[in-house]
């Protein structure tokens, strides 16, 4: 099974909001509520920020949130922080015991 | 403090093997499914292998499949990847990673780094 698609960059301003995709097929995506994000700065590792398409864990900021349309879901940061400039991975339940990662979003704040 | 921390990475010759391990703490490591997730250098993520908390149910990513054994001992909250047969393409740093909900990595260690090279 190939990866899921999210497009290699973003960008907004400070205060802006900016969204992500992750499009997958009707087999992953489109099959399951099971739609996780990640946040990674570089060299370290990835934090959960989002899982199960739209629950938030534990100290995430509720400026992160998440949504799901068919086989495509989507991150959205709203009040863009400096800090928010990082990668992104999103992740799927794909069936048969498999998980599936995205390639990746680096975010810029402009 | 909660935490898994991995060891076991460095330089292995193509064809050769390396034995990676994760040392966890501060939470009930024999009641969590744990995980091997790997980044290729400027890479995405890319999930490996689960095994269940009592190890009866292990499952592979089809890239690792055959060529990569997951394990686990309770008693010394460890978890293991033996990797075998390894490739320039197997190079990357390995994540031990804690289930969460849904189908959610909840608890990453910092990774150890893998380069197969001659």
């Known amino acids: 099974q190939s990866a899921l698609t999210q497009p290699p960059s973003a960008s907004g301003s400070p205060g802006q909001s900016v969204t992500i995709s992750c499009t997958g097929t009707?087999?992953?995506?489109?099959?399951?509520?099971?739609v996780s994000w990640y946040q990674q700065y570089p060299g370290k590792a990835p934090k959960l920020m989002i899982y199960?398409?739209?629950k938030r864990p534990s100290g995430v900021p509720d400026r992160f949130s998440g949504s799901k349309s068919g086989n495509t879901a989507s991150l959205t940061v709203s009040g863009l922080q400096a800090e928010d400039e990082a990668d992104y991975h999103c992740?799927?339940?794909?069936?048969?015991?498999?998980?599936?990662f995205g390639g990746g979003t680096k975010l810029t704040v402009l | 403090e909660v935490q898994l921390v991995e060891s076991g990475g460095g330089l292995v010759q193509p064809g050769g093997s390396l034995r990676l391990s994760c040392a966890a703490s501060?939470?009930?490591?024999?009641?969590?499914?744990m995980n091997w997730v790997r980044q290729a250098p400027g890479r995405g993520l890319e999930w490996l292998s689960v095994?269940?908390?009592?190890?009866?149910?292990?499952y592979y990513g089809d890239s690792v499949k055959g060529r990569f054994t997951i394990s686990r001992d309770n008693a010394k909250n460890s978890l293991y990847l033996q990797m075998n047969s390894l490739r320039a393409e197997d190079t990357a740093v390995y994540y031990c990673?804690?289930?969460?909900?849904?189908?959610?990595?909840?608890?990453w260690g910092q990774g150890t780094l893998v380069t197969v090279s001659p």
């Open positions: 990673v804690r289930d969460g909900s849904g189908w959610s990595r909840d608890l």
């Open positions: 501060g939470f009930t490591f024999s009641g969590c499914s």
């Open positions: 095994i269940s908390p009592d190890s009866n149910y292990i």
């Open positions: 009707n087999s992953d995506v489109g099959s399951y509520n099971y």
């Open positions: 199960e398409v739209t």
């Open positions: 992740s799927s339940y794909a069936g048969n015991n498999n998980l599936l």
